[in-house]
């Protein structure tokens, strides 16, 4: 099985935006079902939880790429004892 099928299918952070900005978009043209209204609402508490998720992961792998390219450049810059 693929790590979407693994997930449960869930959307790319593309794909819940895009979702999350149609179901926006028929809120606020107030053309909506009032039956289906709790359900886009409902879709979209679950899209902004993956959005979130998304982002919290990212931010953690940028801080650790930036964390270790700033300790190699540390240690470029720091001449070993042996040289000196």
């Known amino acids: ?20 900005e ?7 043209s107030g053309e909506i079902d009032l039956d ?3 359900d886009k609402v409902e879709r979209a508490a679950t899209l902004l939880a993956v959005c ?3 982002l919290a992961a ?6 650790k790429v930036t964390a270790e390219l700033a300790a ?8 070993d004892e042996d040289d000196a």
Do not use: N
């Open 72 to 79: 190699a450049m540390d240690q470029e810059a720091t001449p």
């Open 52 to 54: 979130r998720q998304k």
């Open 1 to 20: 099985m693929s790590d979407k099928k693994k997930k449960g299918d869930e959307p790319s952070y593309a794909a819940a935006s895009a979702e999350l």
């Open 36 to 38: 289906l209204l709790s």
């Open 22 to 28: 149609q179901i926006l978009q028929d809120i606020e």
């Open 58 to 63: 990212t931010e953690t792998k940028v801080k």
